[in-house]
């Protein structure tokens, strides 16, 4: 039996039901749309559909998808870092399944309901409308809804729990010592977190990008309940022209841009994050050169210099 | 010991961010018990919403739609992905490598690309290729779900048993059990809490499951998510509010099912909340 054997099935299953058919959709994005009725057509084979994918009118949604993904992704990062820092070394330990599980209750609720959620809530008529109103801070009814605002909020609410996860996982493998060796050495809790703690949780933090920006350049569901014509996402252009315009030509080139996009804009990002940490990490390189100079009092406290060490070169 | 300005301040961000989290959630279960005609507006406190499950039987198909089809793209997931994250473990190689590629593709692959992928897929095997099964509603929307959730399955069992020692499955061999018997009376076994996690992971997955549904359904099978999305363009009636609820009640029944298993099985707060979100 070959050593693989066990996972024939598996990999029969998504040869048939998934490679097969992404396959399929790569094919028909080099064809055509035949005349009113036909859906799709290979017998000229062309670039053409791209192009089009890249028309004035399309290029704007591919537009505010990026923004939207990009803008989400950050706030994401900025709300979750510091609750996900919070759950893993401040709150009592006994506390923190029970924080999880919180966390993890949004997460498994029904995407599409907790949206719906979100429409009653941003609502003009709903009760934080006439909140805001009562407060005096706004003058008419809340106008948010169905513009990209409102589909900002919602992203940043539907993939926060990815983000808040990752970065728990990192910040609880850290470890006390280490922060405290940090502080023995005379760093202050701002320094402490900043040179050991943060790079020491960067692989949670690189997971949680990950995780929340991929599957939100994607989404459309989200964009669909909150965005009206004005925040429009790739998604939905895809899934229109499938169901609505019929043009699986056109369709299959816009699934296939949008993952093309997704994975040219991973890869500027972590050349960006490489190119702006190079004069962080060459300055780092020279601080902790002196480190185990300093540390001669206790072998927890060069340790840790070592592993921070380690990690930031 | 005084506490510093910042961690007080950490403690409300955080308190402040479940606030924002539960925000949505406690909307619709307080709708739930809307009395009036529409979800947004609402009228007075009643049961008429849950009545409409009995009531309905639009509302009562979808439901067991959905259940039927969580249960079932569940174990097919829990099977495939048993055994290829036995596999992963125990027989390693050059083939993993190429097999992790496969899963994370999967993984990272936008669902709606999943979905319009498989529309025109399915109706050529069903129809083109004249495979009856395909065009069945039920066997389309498991193919849909079980793809993703074939993955996670994998990932879980993969990384339970690459924590544990293969000794006892040697000591099983050298005392002349036969493959499969190992296989049966000690891998298995020892896999056990990753499989029943990865079962109630991929059953909850397919509950939740809008986008693949949406396209690869048949009218007649329309599953809970679909019927709620199309409400959305007729209108949203508390009814809605209401069964969501029940459902969300019955997912987190099993998600805490899932997270006692773990605990049984020796896992920590945060080994329980990577394997929940399938990392």
Redesign the interface.
């Known amino acids: 039996m070959p ?5 024939i ?3 029969a ?2 040869a048939i ?6 396959a ?2 790569v094919w ?1 994005s080099f064809g055509y749309k035949p005349g009113i009725f036909g ?2 057509a290979n017998d000229v084979l062309s670039f053409d559909r791209y192009l089009e994918a890249l028309s004035p009118t399309f290029f704007s949604t591919f537009l505010n998808t990026l923004w939207i993904g990009l803008a989400g992704t950050a706030l994401c990062l900025l ?2 870092l ?2 996900a ?3 893993a070394v ?2 009592p330990p006994s506390r ?2 029970l924080l ?22 941003l ?1 003009p ?2 009760w934080l409308s006439t909140l805001l109103q009562d407060v005096g801070l706004i003058g008419g009814p809340l106008d948010i809804l169905y513009t990209r605002s409102a589909v900002l909020i919602g992203v940043v ?1 539907n993939y ?3 983000m808040i ?2 970065l ?2 990192a910040f ?2 850290v470890g006390t010592p280490v922060r405290e060796a940090s502080k023995d050495l005379g760093a202050g ?1 701002w320094r402490t977190f900043l040179r050991v703690t943060l790079p020491l949780a960067r692989p949670g933090v690189i ?1 949680g990008v990950l ?1 929340v920006f ?2 939100l ?2 989404d ?2 989200t964009a ?2 909150l965005g009206g014509a004005k925040g429009n996402m790739v ?1 939905q252009l ?2 229109s022209q ?1 169901q609505a315009a019929q043009n ?1 030509a056109l ?2 080139a816009m ?1 296939v841009m ?2 093309l996009v ?1 994975m040219v804009t991973v890869a500027v990002g972590a050349l960006v994050v490489w190119l702006v940490m190079l004069p962080i990490r060459s300055r780092n390189r020279l601080v902790l050169g002196d480190a185990p100079a300093a540390a001669t009092g206790g072998d927890r406290a060069s340790e840790a210099a070592r592993e921070s060490e380690e990690v930031l070169s | 010991m005084k506490r ?1 300005w ?2 007080v301040a ?2 409300v ?2 308190v402040l ?2 606030l ?6 406690i ?2 279960i307080i ?1 739930a018990f809307n009395s009036g005609r529409l ?3 609402w009228d007075g406190f009643g049961f008429d919403g849950f009545a409409a499950l009995l009531e309905k039987p639009a509302i009562q198909s979808a439901v067991w739609v959905s259940i039927q089809t969580g249960f079932i793209a569940a174990i ?1 997931a829990t ?3 048993t ?2 994250g ?3 473990a125990r ?3 050059k ?2 490598f190429w ?1 992790i590629g ?2 994370l ?2 993984s ?14 399915l109706v ?1 095997l069903g129809q083109d290729l004249g495979i009856g099964l395909f065009n069945d509603g039920i066997v389309r929307l498991v ?2 779900h ?2 993703f959730s ?2 996670v399955v ?1 990932y879980i069992v993969r990384a339970r048993l690459v924590g544990l020692d293969a000794q006892l499955e040697e000591a099983s061999a050298d005392l002349y059990a036969k493959p499969f018997a190992t296989f049966r009376r000690v891998t298995l076994p020892l896999a056990m809490p990753a499989v029943l996690a990865g079962f109630l992971l991929s059953f ?1 997955l397919s ?2 499951n ?2 693949i549904a949406a ?1 690869v359904q048949v009218s007649g099978t329309t599953p809970w ?1 679909v019927y ?2 199309s409400a ?1 363009r007729s209108g ?1 009636r508390p009814e ?2 209401s069964v ?1 609820t029940i ?2 009640v019955l ?2 029944v099993a ?1 805490a099912l899932v ?1 006692l298993v773990l605990r049984r099985a020796g896992d920590s ?2 080994q ?3 394997t ?2 399938g ?1």
């Open positions: 050593r693989f054997a066990l996972a099935p598996a990999w299953w998504l039901f998934f490679v097969a058919p992404v399929m959709v028909f859906t799709h709300i979750g510091p609750v820092y919070w759950m401040k709150a923190r399944g999880i599980a919180l966390v993890l209750v949004p997460f498994w609720t029904n995407f599409l309901v907790r949206t719906i959620g979100w429409q009653v809530i609502a008529e709903g609410y926060l729990p990815l996860l990752p728990f996982v609880d493998r809790r997971a995780l991929i599957p350049m994607g459309y569901i669909t309940v998604g895809v899934a499938f699986w369709g299959s699934a949008l993952i997704i | 510093s910042s961690d950490l403690s961000w955080g961010v479940f924002f989290l539960f925000a949505p959630i909307v619709i709708s979800l947004v507006a097919v099977v495939l992905g055994l290829a036995i596999a992963m027989h390693p190689g083939w993993v097999f496969l899963l593709l999967v990272v692959t936008p669902e709606i690309v999943d979905a319009v992928a498989l529309l025109p897929w050529f193919v849909g079980s793809l074939t993955a994998s909850t509950l939740d809008t986008i396209f998510p709620v999305l959305l949203l809605i509010a969501s459902m969300l997912t987190l998600l997270a707060a945060t329980i909340a990577r929940m979100t990392n």
